[in-house]
């Protein structure tokens, strides 16, 4: 019976908010605010590219907040340590499970924490690295050797890893791309305008994605 009221709930908000997508607050005093500039112009970048309507100022929600269920999208980042609740981790099974999708980018250092508090999330899978060949790297833009790599932190290729759910991908970890900070304004980071641009066509394919399965 739970599982159909937050069914509902999510299709009534989807039918509202079918285009707003939202940063994901979490707890445990990890930077979760971290790259401000980075999802108003990988907005700006899908508007335009792949004619989204998106809401131009993404919006701000709490991992144990019923406000999930407004938003087909989440983004999650940071440099540090993740924690959710029991309440929490049950809130954001039960968003992902009934259509919603959280892309979790690590700005470094957050994949110890996230990948023990996924473990509340989801207590019995196991993450999977996604192979090339999944749509997800060949939408709009195609990255035939998967995704991109957009800085530099431990020397190691980038992955991207998932959670499916009865086939669907609920759940993306990018690893070692740092795609956040290829989506922030350019003189943040001054990165080359070619690399800037594979950040946000890869981030415009998970989003094309997303709004289209």
């Known amino acids: 019976m739970k599982r159909i009221v937050y069914l509902l709930l999510f299709l009534m908000c989807a039918h509202n908010y079918a285009q707003d997508i939202a940063v994901l607050k979490y707890g445990g005093g990890g930077d979760w605010y971290a790259n401000p500039t980075s999802l108003p112009n990988l907005i700006d970048f899908c508007n335009k590219q792949i004619g989204t309507g998106m809401n131009p100022k993404p919006q701000t929600v709490e991992v144990g907040s019923t406000d999930l269920f407004q938003y087909p999208f989440l983004h999650m980042t940071g440099h540090g ?4 609740s029991e309440a929490e981790a049950e809130n954001l099974r039960n968003y992902l499970l009934s259509g919603g999708f959280l892309h979790v980018d690590d700005n470094y250092g957050m994949r110890p924490y996230l990948e023990k508090e996924m473990k509340k999330v989801f207590p019995d899978k196991e993450w999977s690295e996604i192979p090339v060949n999944h749509p997800l790297f060949h939408q709009k833009f195609t990255f035939a050797d998967g995704l991109p790599k957009i800085h ?8 991207a890893f998932g959670y499916f759910h009865e086939g669907r991908l609920v759940f993306l970890f990018t690893f070692e ?16 305008e070619e690399v800037r641009r594979k950040a946000l066509q890869m981030g415009a394919n998970i989003i094309q994605y997303v709004f289209e399965n």
């Open 152 to 159: 530099e932190h431990d020397n190691k290729r980038p992955e």
């Open 177 to 192: 791309s740092d795609l956040g900070d290829g989506w922030e304004d350019p003189e943040v980071h001054n990165d080359p």
């Open 81 to 84: 340590n993740v924690f959710f």
